[in-house]
């Protein structure tokens, strides 16, 4: 009984392990542009989808995702068709962005369940 216990409490200290090493120190997170389209059933998405025809918003829409930015935006539209295991086909778009540069963002603060301002340089991907 002494084996199986010790055994299940070793298990346990050895499968939190991993997690330690995944412990990152605080990013500075993007923010949200305000304002962006509303998609049902979803509601507001803070994006704006820029191009030509009745599902994109003109080609002046802001291609931005964030605030406070400064730097390179690339970005893609795909489209085609998808089939999943079971034969059926569906319709797929997809509105790729990529970001380089310098912004600023929010960083958390730890204890008051806050934020503060901060600068970051980074390269992201939205999808």
């Known amino acids: 009984m ?3 216990l010790f055994g299940g409490i070793f298990l346990l200290a050895l499968a939190s392990v991993p997690l330690c090493g995944q412990v990152q120190p605080s990013q500075v997170v ?3 542009i305000p304002g962006g389209d509303i998609l ?5 998405v803070n994006q704006f989808f820029p191009g030509v025809g009745s599902i994109y918003d003109d080609m002046n829409a802001e291609p931005h995702g964030i605030t406070n930015f400064r730097g390179i935006t690339a970005m893609g539209y795909t489209a085609g068709l998808a ?15 990529v970001y380089q540069g310098d912004y600023v963002g929010a960083q958390p603060t ?3 369940g806050g934020s503060t301002s ?3 340089h980074g390269t992201f991907v939205e999808i």
Do not use: E, M
């Open 110 to 112: 730890f204890g008051a």
């Open 83 to 97: 089939t999943d295991n079971s034969s059926k086909t569906y319709q797929v778009i997809t509105d790729i962005r």
């Open 30 to 32: 993007p923010v949200p």
């Open 118 to 120: 901060a600068k970051a």
């Open 40 to 44: 049902p059933p979803v509601g507001l």
């Open 2 to 4: 002494r084996r199986i």
